[in-house]
């Protein structure tokens, strides 16, 4: 689960950067808890790569920063 969290958090990140975000996890867990309406810290645990998303959540991420769902997540073959 760690792994997977860690590349979560990096495809989040990048997503962020390419959206032109702060680039301050503090200032970008502030936006993500007002936009997807979680608290703070789990905006920065998302961020961090501390925790996953459970499905719904992630959809709703992929809806609100206009991403591929597939790009989020890690997949093992």
Excluded: C
């Amino acid at each position: 689960m760690q792994q997977s969290a860690k590349y979560f958090a990096e495809q989040l990140n990048k997503t962020l950067d390419d959206l032109g975000m702060p680039i301050s996890t503090r200032e970008r867990s502030v936006i993500l808890s007002k936009m997807l309406h979680i608290p703070k810290q789990q905006a920065w645990g998302f961020l961090e790569g501390h925790m996953l998303p459970d499905s719904a959540l992630l959809h709703k991420m992929a809806v609100e920063l206009e991403m591929d769902l597939d790009s989020l997540i890690e997949t093992k073959e």
